[in-house]
């Protein structure tokens, strides 16, 4: 096994039934800097082994933690160069709607069949980091029925498989120094429920492209025309489709009114992900956004590099 093998593993074990998305960034100013970069590092460098005794403890619940690094912080942490295409989200401004930038230094995406193993990861990580790093973000997701969203479609579908997948997510020989890692992006998404659910089905079924009760996918629109989500999302050119693999999760407090999509996406290419943003955020043709944003509206957006477990690895050095 190779180390992109590993890591594929992490990123693709789809469709757990729990995930907590956690956005850190590392406290690298004041006195306790150079401790609080030393701590990350270490962290980041056993995170395989506490993976491993978490993991150990429930081996079928497929426990898996996949860590992000943003741009700020690449440089203290992770050496001088960087991969190729990694700088903050840029935030994509449409007419109607906008896909904004928001901070963060590390991403860690835990997953797992389970609430509690997802929770245990998540404690032990958060001890071993410390006081060096501030809580920007946590969302914990849960799987809902049959991989639907809270907007009542089955998400994920389009998602590559076999041998497509590492293909699409992983970096290859284009940057060498990078290959076996990818780039993910994150947006947490609130929905407008109420809205939603003004609309008729058929109404829904349009702006998504599939069917909602049985998931078949609508022709497209023609060129001109209003497009789904689905049609905006694919990205083709000479080369074929580009594809990236999602691992989107609704969460909830239906008390305090707040339903939700964490949308994340697994590249290896940045740019493929940007521009499904700029075609779902300014449209196309332009004005003709997708309407799925008119229903749900971004409060976060981050940007970062998944490194391999190699580069996680050397880091103890
Ligand atoms: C509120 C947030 C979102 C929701 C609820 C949502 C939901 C869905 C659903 C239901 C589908 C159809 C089934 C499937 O293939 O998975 C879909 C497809 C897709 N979505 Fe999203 N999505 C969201 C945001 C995004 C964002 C921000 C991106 C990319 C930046 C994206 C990229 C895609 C892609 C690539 C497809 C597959 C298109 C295809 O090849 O058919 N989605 N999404």
């Not at 963060?104 to 609430?115: C, N, P, T, Y």
């Amino acid at each position: 096994m190779d180390q992109g093998d590993e890591l594929m593993q992490s990123i693709e074990g789809p469709l757990t039934r729990s995930a907590v998305f956690l956005v850190l960034r590392v406290a690298d100013d004041g006195p306790g800097a150079a401790e609080a970069i030393r701590t990350v590092k270490e962290a980041l460098a056993g995170l395989e082994d506490l993976v491993k005794t978490v993991a150990f403890r429930e081996p079928r619940n497929r426990l898996s933690c996949t860590v992000g690094v943003g741009d700020r912080i690449w440089p203290q942490l992770m050496g001088a160069a960087k991969p190729a295409e990694l700088h903050p989200f840029r935030e994509i401004a449409g007419a109607t709607h906008t896909a904004i930038s928001t901070p963060g230094d590390l991403l860690f995406h835990i997953r797992a069949d389970r609430e509690d193993l997802v929770y245990e990861m998540e404690r032990l990580l958060l001890r071993a980091l410390g006081s060096s790093v501030e809580t920007v973000d946590e969302v914990s997701g849960f799987r809902y029925f049959d991989a639907r969203d809270l907007l009542g479609f089955v998400d994920g579908t389009a998602n590559p498989v076999g041998p497509g997948l590492s293909e699409s997510v992983l970096v290859g020989d284009e940057d060498p120094a990078f290959a076996g890692g990818s780039y993910v992006v994150v947006q947490k998404y609130l929905h407008d429920m109420d809205a939603w659910q003004r609309l008729t089905a058929e109404q829904q079924e349009a702006i998504m492209g599939r069917t909602k009760s049985d998931n078949v996918e609508l022709d497209d629109a023609a060129d001109d025309a209003q497009k789904a989500h689905k049609t905006l999302a694919t990205i083709e050119d000479e080369q074929g489709e580009h594809d990236i693999a999602r691992d989107n999760m609704p969460f909830a407090r239906p008390g305090s009114g707040e339903f939700g999509t964490y949308f994340i996406g697994y590249s290896r290419h940045l740019w493929v992900i940007e521009r499904m943003l700029e075609r779902m955020f300014i449209g196309d043709p332009p004005g003709l956004h997708d309407r799925l944003l008119d229903f749900s509206t971004p409060a976060t957006g981050t940007t970062f590099f998944v490194p391999s477990p190699a580069l996680l690895a050397a880091l103890e050095a």
